[in-house]
């Protein structure tokens, strides 16, 4: 089982960034996905996650209206759209996934598998 996260970058305050994860080796039509982040001196927090058949998202305050969870199931890959991005979301992206995809997980330490991480610099 393996989770590649990709698309992380320089971006300018106010850009936008897609980050994708590619999953290998597990269907995550069938598993509960999140996002998580890293910032320098700081402690992993939960971004978002998707649950659910019908693909239901959830967001931290300080990214909801500007970041989007979603899936391309043909793909295997579920990306977040990052949108008018801020000095603040400079930090090493996490994309995580745990079975099964009905169960909404919130911490970290519930989840099975991780991508490697993807960094996000917002600086002018």
């Known amino acids: 089982v393996q989770l590649q996260a990709s698309g992380g970058g320089l971006v300018q305050p106010g850009g936008s960034l897609r980050l994708s994860c590619a999953a290998s080796?597990?269907?995550?039509?069938?598993?509960?996905i999140g996002w998580f982040r890293q910032a320098p001196g700081k402690e992993r927090e939960w971004v978002s996650c998707r649950v659910g058949s019908d693909g239901s998202t959830f967001y931290a305050d300080s990214v909801k209206g500007r970041f989007t969870i979603s899936r391309d199931s043909a793909k295997n890959t579920v990306y977040l759209q990052m949108n008018n991005l801020k000095p603040d979301d400079t930090a090493v992206y996490y994309c995580a996934a745990r079975w099964p995809h009905t169960v909404l997980y919130y911490y970290a330490s519930e989840y099975s598998y991780w991508g490697q991480g993807t960094l996000v610099t917002v600086s002018s």
């Open positions: 080796g597990l269907n995550l039509d069938y598993y509960s």
